[in-house]
């Protein structure tokens, strides 16, 4: 009996498909950061470009001075959503500014006119103008970064809403502090 329980165990095991997960810590301009995660197929890892048909969960969070602003979640996805999504694996980034066919790079719940513009809740943008959010059906010009700003994945989770890295509870003093000034 416990061998006919492993063994079916086994072949459930492999035929799950394991996902690779990415964390997205994007900063745009005047204190607009956005924060998210993405899950696709492990075996894509190796792929040249991951698009949206490949990506199995995605959800992303944008705010405004480390205050949410809204969220969108890949679950969310009607027919008439704007969902498309560009990934370079192997280099663990977002293509930008031209570098794939089309005006628009990145198109999450936004497609970069403000006429499809995270109405409701929240979207993200990156095409040929510039890389920036719209809330709630209105384009935030002011969160916008230049098209070709890098914009990279990452391994772990951001430390927090601003994508600073870790703070640092305390600090030795040194005794050649007072030298550097």
Known sequence: MMRG??????????????????????????????????????????????????????KIAGYLDGN??????????????????RYIPSEMRFPTNGEVPGIIDQGWNADGTAEDCGNPGFGFNAGNYAQDFCVNGVWVEPSG????????????????????????????????DDELG
């Open 145 to 176: 970064m230049p098209p070709p700003t890098p914009f990279l994945a990452q391994n772990e989770a951001p430390y927090s809403t601003d994508c600073a890295g870790p703070k640092l509870m305390s600090r030795l003093e040194l005794p050649w």
């Open 68 to 85: 949410l602003l809204g969220t969108w979640d890949l679950a969310d996805k009607t027919p008439t959503t704007t969902w498309y999504l």
């Open 5 to 58: 329980v492993l063994a079916v165990s086994m072949i459930l095991s492999a035929s799950q498909s394991q996902a690779a997960l990415v964390y997205l810590c994007w900063v745009g301009n005047n204190g607009y950061t956005m924060t998210g995660t993405m899950e696709f197929p492990d075996a894509l890892q190796d792929a040249p470009m991951v698009t949206e048909a490949d990506v199995t969960r995605f």
